[in-house]
T-cell receptor, first 111, second 112 residues
């Protein structure tokens, strides 16, 4: 089945450590996105990529970094510079004006 | 900057009732609008996508409408069921495959 796989589902890190969240899609979509969701809130865009080897900052990119070396992969690194990293992270993809598809998310807890 | 608002934030209805969820956006220059469902702790499931040239889309008991000029969309759910209980989010895209802006969602509870 085609879809988006995010791993791991739960991630725990100590403050000051960088952590990388995985996102893989087999939908052959050109565009991929990373969103952050805090309790009771909607989604806020961190980074997005419309094509391999290219990406743009979203609304809250500070403290995050991404790479897009392969069409199917768009990993997100949460750096120690991110002040409030504990959140639910969602990866999505789409092709052109087709519906946006989401993975099941990674819940990151930093203590 | 596009802003998306969803009212009400929470809604509780008895089973069988028809209901309407609202989504408004500030910039009418949108490419499409999408409605999603989110169950607790899960990702988002796409319900309906309306392109800017369309007025409505239907899927089963769901009907979504779009009025670009007034910056509004509604999601109509007919004959609600307890299984419809979830958070419903709308998102607008301003360009083809560009970024989408989300509302904060409406949490729906359907009581048996």
């Amino acid at each position: 089945d085609g879809g988006i796989t995010q791993s791991p589902k739960y991630l725990f890190r100590k403050e000051g450590q960088n952590v990388t969240l995985s996102c893989e899609q087999n939908l052959n979509h050109d565009a991929m996105y990373w969103y952050r969701q805090d309790p009771g809130q909607g989604l806020r865009l961190i980074y997005y990529s419309q094509i391999v080897n290219d990406f743009q900052k979203g609304d809250i990119a500070e403290g995050y970094s991404v790479s897009r070396e392969k069409k199917e992969s768009f990993p997100l690194t949460v750096t120690s510079a991110q002040k409030n990293p504990t959140a639910f992270y969602l990866c999505a993809s789409r092709q052109g004006n087709s519906p946006l598809h989401f993975g099941n998310g990674t819940r990151l807890t930093v203590t | 900057k596009q802003e998306v608002t969803q009212i009400p934030a929470a809604l509780s209805v008895p089973e069988g009732e028809n209901l309407v969820l609202n989504c408004s956006f500030t910039d009418s220059a949108i490419y499409n609008l999408q409605w999603f469902r989110q169950d607790p702790g899960k990702g988002l499931t796409s319900l309906l996508l309306i392109q800017s040239s369309q007025r409505e889309q239907t899927s089963g008991r769901l009907n979504a409408s779009l009025d670009k000029s007034s910056g509004r969309s509604t999601l109509y759910i007919a004959a609600s069921q307890p299984g419809d209980s979830a958070t419903y989010l709308c998102a607008v895209s301003s360009t083809n495959a560009g970024k989408s802006t989300f509302g904060d969602g409406t949490t729906l509870t359907v009581k048996p």
